[in-house]
């Protein structure tokens, strides 16, 4: 079976759950910290995905690093630790969030700044994005300094890449071609 397949059998019995006990919200931002802490210490994730680690040590660890997440999202967590699916946790999410996408009408933009966006631009933004698509939008921001300037939006596999790094590409490109 392939990776996304299993992630995704995962996912849709974890967003199934969630939505029965009505806490998709808190499972979705809970299981977002924990892929955020885990992207930002790779190191945690090798531990995680380790096979000499041993799973007391393993599950001693997401209980100490994330004692505040939902206990359906630490019972998860202990399950893909148990059956050796460490690795999945971040395909899971993305499926997690893939899914809630489909099910309830939610376009999950991602946006590209060299800065943070100050609330009434998210607002701004969240509002012209919902007129264009038809559905509501979530917005997950990340900041890139190399972008220098401007906004990419990522939406499925289409991309807008009004930076200021994608336009100078396109002017080198010009020049030398």
């Known amino acids: ?12 019995a974890f967003y199934s759950l969630a939505r029965e006990e009505g806490i998709v919200d808190e499972i979705e931002s809970g299981y977002g910290r ?7 210490v790779p ?7 380790h096979p000499l680690v041993p ?6 660890f997401i209980d100490r690093a994330f004692p ?4 359906y999202l630490r019972n998860l967590l202990h399950l893909l630790v148990k059956n050796g699916r460490e690795g999945y946790i ?8 893939n899914l809630r996408g489909e099910r309830e009408d939610i376009a999950q933009v991602r946006v590209a700044t060299a800065k943070p966006l100050s609330q009434a631009d998210k ?9 264009a698509l038809g559905k509501r939008v979530k917005l997950s921001e990340r900041v890139d300094p190399e972008l220098i300037g401007g ?26 071609g």
């Open 90 to 97: 971040r395909l899971i999410y993305d499926e997690f969030i």
């Open 43 to 49: 190191d945690a994730m090798t531990f995680l995905t």
């Open 123 to 131: 607002d701004k933004l969240t509002e012209h994005l919902t007129a």
């Open 151 to 176: 906004v990419r939006l990522e939406l499925d596999d289409k991309v807008i890449d009004g930076t200021l790094r994608a336009k100078l590409a396109q002017l080198q490109a010009a020049l030398a």
């Open 68 to 71: 505040d997440i939902p206990e």
């Open 55 to 60: 799973r007391g040590d393993k599950l001693s």
């Open 34 to 40: 924990v892929v955020e802490a885990l992207d930002a």
């Open 1 to 12: 079976m392939k990776s996304r397949e299993i992630a995704r059998r995962y996912a849709e």
